[in-house]
């Protein structure tokens, strides 16, 4: 059983600050790691698909690292606003379930306040 | 294009009642899955189906739960009696391929009392 964890459970931040969540998985069964971001009553949506190591990427205010060597992988918020309030599901596509199971975390609930 | 459509939203039944959910992928995508989330834990797959096969049903408890893609289309979930422990959201996803990216749908949230 793959186990992924993401860290911290929960946050509470003021909008305007910057904030990061970290999602940690075993090195050694590695396909690929996603990022979504699932407001509530909304479908998950898709925000980064991440494949090598020391992959960076950027959308809008939001950014994401990954290291496959230590299996970790970062997701930045920069100045949070009201509406990036979600929950942030990282998810490890292993090489078992014909190359597309996925793996979740158990989220990181992000709540912006004014 | 529409995303996975599912339906109901939400449900609300008692114990020992049967409830099904009811999932349309994106059109054109083979592979449908079905996801469990309980509170305060990540989806876990249930199971999955290139079109109308199931080829991953492991996770699925099938006393009680049972899936079907007839056409290799919509897909149905049923679960019959339902307990308390069921009360979650399911969740719909499809993907092209077995190795490409997964849509999901808005989930059922399911509440049983």
Redesign the interface.
């Given at each position: 059983i793959l186990n992924v964890e993401q860290s911290p459970q929960s946050l509470h931040v003021q909008e305007g600050d910057s904030t990061n969540f970290t999602c940690s998985f075993p090195s050694s069964n590695f396909y690929a790691l996603h990022w979504y971001r699932w407001e509530t009553a909304k479908s998950p949506e898709a925000l980064f698909v991440m494949t090598l190591n020391g992959d960076e990427k950027k959308k809008g205010r939001i950014s994401a690292t990954l290291n496959t060597k230590e299996g970790y992988s970062y997701l930045y918020i920069k100045g949070s606003q009201p509406e990036d309030s979600a929950t942030y599901l990282c998810a490890l596509r292993s090489p078992t379930g014909g190359g597309n199971k996925l793996t979740f975390g158990t989220g990181t609930q992000l709540k912006v306040e004014l | 294009e529409a995303?996975?459509v599912q339906s109901p939203?939400y449900k609300i039944i008692e114990k020992k009642q049967p409830v099904a959910f009811w999932c349309n992928p994106i059109s054109g995508h083979n592979?449908l899955y079905w996801y469990l989330q309980n509170l305060?834990?990540?989806?876990?797959?249930l199971i999955?189906y290139e079109n109308e096969e199931a080829?991953?049903d492991s996770q699925l408890p099938k006393d009680r739960f049972s899936a079907e893609r007839l056409k290799g289309v919509d897909s149905t979930l049923k679960i019959q009696p339902a307990e308390l422990g069921d009360s979650a959201v399911y969740?719909c996803a499809s993907?092209y391929g077995?190795?490409?990216?997964?849509?999901?749908?808005?989930?059922t949230r399911l509440t049983v009392l």
């Open positions: - | 995303g996975v939203r592979t305060g834990q990540g989806p876990e797959l999955r080829v991953d969740l993907s077995t190795r490409d990216e997964q849509f999901f749908g808005p989930g």
